[in-house]
């Protein structure tokens, strides 16, 4: 309850193979969200659940095979995706549907 107003989080350059899908609930101010540079190889689709003020994500540097048709579903304010450096062999053609702040 006490980071309803946590703006910035970087959890770059770890060495995090996974994430709670609840791990960001009730992050609702979060706009920035560093994920680059660990040893992810796959996102919960509801992990970004209720981040709609989310402006930024970085989860480049990973090692992400795939990316569920949903995981960026409620990302509306999302400006700037980074997914460079990753094991992507196939991304759903829905993937980005809704992303209409992407610049």
Known sequence: DGLTALQDLSMYDNQLTSLDPALFDGLVALQDLALGFNQLTSVNAALFDGLTALQGLGLASNQLTTLD?????????????SLYTNQLTSLHAAAFDGLTALQ
Do not use: E, K
């Open 69 to 81: 048709r949903a995981l960026f579903g409620g990302l509306t304010s999302l400006q700037y995706l």
